[in-house]
């Protein structure tokens, strides 16, 4: 088997014995073990400084561990080499808090643009990406620039962006945390749709009571360490 390839019937995500720890000195995760398997929808709760960013930068290789073992979507994170690092990130989609759409691009060439990088065909693409805009109910928005857009708007468009290259794994980074509460339950609604066909969600959120709605996986963090795994939203 190969130091940067798992077998493709192994979890998502895997950690083993993880820590982490800055140059700063602060220990921002302390022996991690967790195992997300494909198909699952895991919220990721915990307060400020609990260790859910460094847990969600090390899945996309921003960070590195300093002891364990981390294998996401088949990759050896702790082997791959940097050169690699955007082949992980084409395995999966990222929605930000703060949507990160480019402000003189419209939405259908905000969303085209992740396939551009892959190196896809304008056939391909103009395809692909109207597919992602129908599934998040913006497909009349194509031509619309982002500040013509509502915050839940915008936020779609993220979503699409995250789904144009159909990833195995969407990784949802506050995804409501810039948005109005009904819009945050629609955003979580189009999450949970998008993983009933099989896309395993990741999802970090402050929001407890969509949590204890939406009734997934729980994992909560305190001090860099897991203290509750739960299957459903009665963790917090």
């Not at 915990?46 to 960070?63: D, H, P, Q, V």
């Not at 050896?76 to 080499?81: D, R, W």
């Not at 699409?160 to 955003?187: F, H, K, Q």
Request: aromatic share 6%.
């Amino acid at each position: 088997m190969s130091d940067a390839i798992m077998n493709a019937s192994s979890p998502v995500i895997e950690f083993t014995g993880v820590s982490k720890t800055y140059m700063s000195g602060t220990h921002a995760l302390n022996d991690v073990n967790i195992t997300i398997n494909s198909g699952e929808f895991v919220f990721i709760v915990g307060s400020s400084g609990a260790g859910k960013s460094t847990f969600m930068k090390l899945i996309m290789r921003e960070e590195k561990a300093n002891t364990g073992s981390i294998y996401v979507n088949g990759f050896n994170l702790m082997n791959l080499p940097r050169k690699n690092v955007p082949m992980l990130r084409r395995t999966m989609g990222i929605v930000f808090q703060d949507f990160r759409l480019i402000p003189n691009m419209n939405v259908f060439d905000n969303v085209a643009f992740a396939m551009h990088v892959v190196g896809a065909s304008g056939r391909i693409i103009r395809r692909e990406v109207s597919k992602a805009l129908s599934k998040v109910g913006l497909g009349d928005k194509a031509r619309s620039m982002p500040n013509q857009l509502s915050g839940g708007e915008q936020q779609r468009v993220g979503l699409a962006r995250a789904l144009v290259n159909s990833p195995s794994l969407i990784i949802a980074d506050e995804p409501t945390g810039n948005v109005d509460p009904n819009m945050s339950y629609e955003i979580v609604n189009l999450l949970t749709e998008i993983n009933k066909r099989g896309t395993t969600i990741l999802m970090v959120t402050h929001d407890h009571n969509l949590v204890r709605d939406f009734n997934h996986r729980v994992i909560m963090l305190d001090g860099g360490k897991i203290v509750a795994d739960t299957a459903g939203g009665d963790a917090l």
